[in-house]
């Protein structure tokens, strides 16, 4: 036992060494942990806290964008929503097809050439034996030009229509390079085209405004307004005072905390 002993001491000392380290360890992120809340109350960035609410979020929602939202209630009269081009067949396929097996067998009434085709100015292969109508829309729909295409069974017609509410631009059809016949067969070369429109609202009874978005992000300082519906609502910004509190309480444990700890 006796020989023993500079050894046992040797690890008491050890074990003591560690419970330091990891005293010093807890303490480094308790004191990062205050300078971290230090450093926010200096430059009184989380300061900016702010609470905002809508009569009618149906029709508006907004979102403070910026660190110095304009405060205050404000009224949007919305009376027309952004929309986007929508391309329609000129005319109906004409057959009943159907248009999840390929196009040889779908029952349609035209021979569709394989070949390419264009929207957009994007080119797209066509394989008659293979391709079905659904594999042909999913091509456009997943190729990134900023258009979605549909088939309606009902009206026997395919519609395209721009995916960004308030693009008003014209969707084009064809080029002169396309070897398929696929958009004469759906009468898309003729497509009737809905150009879209853009959004109109006003702000405390003040001149129309006109944005091609219905994400408006100009119109109150440093708040983002969400056109929903049409109508009228009140937007009403103010500090978020609760908010500042608990910043306050969070620092006043955090600096206590240390304080115990050291």
């Given at each position: 036992q006796i020989e023993r002993q500079p050894i046992l001491r040797m690890q008491r000392r050890i074990v003591a060494l560690e419970e330091q380290r990891d005293a010093i360890k807890a303490l480094r992120t308790q004191l990062l942990s205050l300078r971290s809340k230090v450093q926010d109350f200096r430059f009184e960035i989380d300061f900016n806290q702010f609470q905002i609410d809508t009569?009618?979020?149906a029709t508006v929602t907004a979102a403070a964008s910026g660190s110095n939202p304009t405060s205050g209630a404000f009224s949007i009269n919305?009376?027309?929503?952004?929309s986007a081009t929508v391309a329609t067949s000129g005319g109906s396929i004409g057959a009943s097809i159907n248009p999840a097996v390929a196009f040889a067998t779908s029952g349609v009434n035209h021979e569709v050439t394989s070949g390419t085709f264009s929207v957009n100015g994007t080119q797209?292969?066509?394989?008659?034996?293979?391709?079905?109508?659904?594999?042909?829309?999913?091509?456009i729909n997943g190729s990134g030009i900023g258009v979605s295409a549909t088939y309606d069974a009902v009206s026997d017609k395919v519609t395209m229509m721009n995916t960004d509410p308030g693009d008003t631009s014209i969707i084009n059809f064809g080029a002169t390079s396309d070897t398929s016949n696929f958009l004469d067969v759906f009468n898309l070369t003729s497509a009737v085209q809905a150009v879209g429109q853009d959004s109109e609202f006003s702000i405390d009874g003040g001149p129309v405004q006109t944005h091609n978005t219905n994400d408006i992000t100009d119109a109150v300082g440093d708040v983002a307004i969400n056109l929903k519906s049409l109508g009228t609502t009140t937007i009403n910004l103010t500090?978020?005072?609760?908010?500042?509190?608990e910043l306050i309480r969070e620092f006043v444990d955090t600096f206590n905390e240390s304080i115990a700890d050291i």
């Open positions: 009569s009618d979020a919305v009376t027309r929503l952004a797209f292969d066509f394989d008659f034996s293979a391709f079905s109508l659904n594999d042909a829309l999913a091509a500090q978020d005072q609760d908010a500042v509190i």
